[in-house]
C-alpha cells in the first residue's frame, strides 16, 4: 500500500498508566468532518516510524514501505472541533499501537477523513435508557456518548460498568466520579480483576463487568429492572467479555443489533 501524507499532528498526550494513554489529534489544514458519537476512525503510521521503549518485537517484521493503520473509537464528543481524543492500549508486540505510543506532541500521523461504526444512538428510542459494559479502553466510544448526550434534555438514564485489571487502568475515573456526583442520571461503577497486584490495597469493587450485570447493582442504583423494553445495553472492548455479555443478555431476551436487525444490544469487538 502506497504511503498516505501525514496529515494530522498530536496536541496532547497523557499516559494513563504504563499501558494506556489519552492521544488528541489535530488535523492539518482541513476540518474535522461530522461523526456520531460512538463511531471510530483510522490512524496511520509507516512502518518506518519509531517503536515506543516499552513494546516486543512484533510478531510479522515488516518493511519500512510497509503502511499501517487500525480502527480507533473516538473519545471525545462531535462539539469539539479542534481535536479528535483518542483513548489506547498499548499491544507490546503490536503493529501500530508502539508506533503510536512512541509519539510526542508536535508529530505527524495519518487519520482519516471519514468515521464508521454503528456504535451510536442513532437507533435508540429517545426514551431509553442507556447501560455500557466496557473493559479498558473500551471505554472510549462510551465517552464520546457520555459526553455529547449527558447534558440534552429527558429523563433517559445512563448506568456505565468499566472494568480493567488494575485501578490505574479505569481511564477517565474522575471525569466519570464527578459526573455521577452531579446528577443521578448516571451510574458510575467499577472494578478490577487483579486486586492482588495493587499497592496501596484497593478498597474497591473486584471481579468481571458480567458479574456487576448480573448482580442487579443496577436495578439496585435506579430502583427498577433493567429490561430489553425499557434500556438499550452498549458492551465494547475485549471480545471474550463480548461474548460472555452476549451470551447473558440474548438469556434474557436481548436482539443484537445489526446493520439490517433492530436490537436492543449494541456491540463494539475490539479485535
Ligand atoms: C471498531 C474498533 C474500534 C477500536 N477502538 C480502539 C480504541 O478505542 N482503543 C484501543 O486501544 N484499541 C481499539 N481498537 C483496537 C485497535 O484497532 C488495534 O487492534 C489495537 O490497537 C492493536 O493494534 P496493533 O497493530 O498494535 O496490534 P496487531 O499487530 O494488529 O495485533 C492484534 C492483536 O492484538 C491484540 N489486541 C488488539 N487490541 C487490543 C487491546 N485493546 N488490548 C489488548 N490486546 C489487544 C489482539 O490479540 C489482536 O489479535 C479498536 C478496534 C476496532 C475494530
Known sequence: MAIPEPNAIVVHKTEVCRSQMILRVAPLDWEIGRFNPGQYAMIG????????????????????????????S?????????????????????????????????????LSKNFS?????????????????????????????????????????????????HSCELGYRAELESLAQKSDRLTYINLISRPQEETPAWKGRTGYVQEVWKSGAIAGAWGFEPTPENTHVFVSGNPAMCDAMTAILKEQGYREQTFREPGELHLERFW
Open 117 to 165: 461504526g454503528m456504535f451510536t444512538l442513532l437507533r435508540v428510542p429517545i426514551d431509553a435508557n442507556v447501560v455500557f459494559v466496557a473493559t479498558g479502553t473500551g471505554l472510549s466510544p462510551c465517552m464520546s456518548i457520555i459526553r455529547s448526550h449527558f447534558d440534552s434534555a429527558g429523563s433517559r438514564r445512563f448506568a456505565l460498568i468499566h472494568g480493567a485489571r
Open 45 to 72: 503510521l509507516p512502518a518506518s516510524a519509531p517503536r515506543c521503549a516499552n513494546s516486543e518485537p512484533e510478531r510479522t517484521a515488516h518493511s519500512d514501505e510497509f503502511f499501517v493503520q487500525r480502527s480507533y
Open 74 to 110: 473516538i473519545a471525545s464528543p462531535p462539539t469539539e472541533r479542534n481535536f479528535i481524543e483518542f483513548y489506547i492500549t498499548l499491544v507490546r508486540d503490536g503493529t501500530l499501537s508502539p508506533r503510536l505510543f512512541a509519539l510526542t506532541v508536535g508529530d505527524k500521523l495519518w
